[in-house]
T-cell receptor
Framework: DGGITQSPKYLFRKEGQNVTLSCEQNLNHDAMYWYRQDPGQGLRLIYYSQIVNDFQKGDIAEGYSVSREKKESFPLTVTSAQKNPTAFYLC??????????????????FGPGTRLTVT | SQQGEEDPQALSIQEGENATMNCSYKTSINNLQWYRQNSGRGLVHLILIRSNEREKHSGRLRVTLDTSKKSSSLLITASRAADTASYFCATDEASGSARQLTFGSGTQLTVLP
């Protein structure tokens, strides 16, 4: 059963604590992404990775950190420096190398999301 | 910054009617994608249209792309209650990283039985 999983589904933390969100995929995708979604809003890119041991900041990376030690895993840490951490966090993955004749981005496969509440 | 913006923000129709959602964007793109999100869930890819394509079909979905107007539309024909969801367009800038997508704020579609 191939897919992308995130855990936990709901997470509650006290202000000032770091928290790590898990994202695992068995689709053999090279690229992985983390997005943040606030109520009634679209997705904003936090970090993305195209290859193991390499990752790039997205539009809203401040207060977040990631690692990519394995192709299958891309955990996100929400640090105490993130001013408004309460949000819905979505992980996604996609293929990286284009097929012949194609260009641009590719379909992203999303996990079910983790809803983080910080009080 | 938001590259794609959907219109309308919310749409309510009767089952069996067609639903049309629009997306406008600012810069040149490689392709445009449409995604669906059920409440509290992850996004599901619906369709991808490349910048050199004008129209694409997939089942009850029809997507058009007008690069001169920097806009796209998603038409869902013969809607069903199960189509109730938020729909997002996503673009990748032709001059930027081809691996990044920029999502709009979405259209909330409600299909009434």
């Amino acid at each position: 059963d191939g897919g992308i999983t995130q855990s936990p589904k709901y997470l509650f933390r006290k202000e000032g604590q770091n928290v790590t969100l898990s994202c695992e995929q068995n689709l053999n995708h090279d690229a992985m992404y983390w997005y943040r979604q606030d109520p009634g809003q679209g997705l904003r890119l936090i970090y993305y990775s195209q290859i193991v041991n390499d990752f790039q900041k997205g539009d809203i990376a401040e207060g977040y950190s990631v690692s990519r030690e394995k192709k299958e895993s891309f955990p996100l840490t929400v640090t105490s420096a993130q001013k408004n951490p309460t949000a819905f966090y979505l992980c996604a993955s996609s293929i990286l190398h284009p097929t012949s004749g194609s260009s641009g981005s590719y379909e992203q496969y999303f996990g079910p999301g983790t809803r983080l509440t910080v009080t | 910054s938001q590259q794609g913006e959907e219109d309308p923000q919310a749409l309510s129709i009767q089952e069996g009617e067609n639903a049309t959602m629009n997306c406008s964007y600012k810069t040149s793109i490689n392709n445009l994608q449409w995604y669906r999100q059920n409440s509290g869930r992850g996004l599901v890819h619906l369709i991808l249209i490349r910048s050199n394509e004008r129209e694409k079909h997939s089942g009850r979905l029809r997507v058009t792309l007008d690069t001169s107007k920097k806009s796209s539309s998603l038409l869902i024909t013969a809607s069903r209650a199960a189509d109730t969801a938020s729909y997002f367009c996503a673009t990748d800038e032709a001059s930027g990283s081809a691996r990044q997508l920029t999502f709009g704020s979405g259209t909330q579609l409600t299909v009434l039985p």
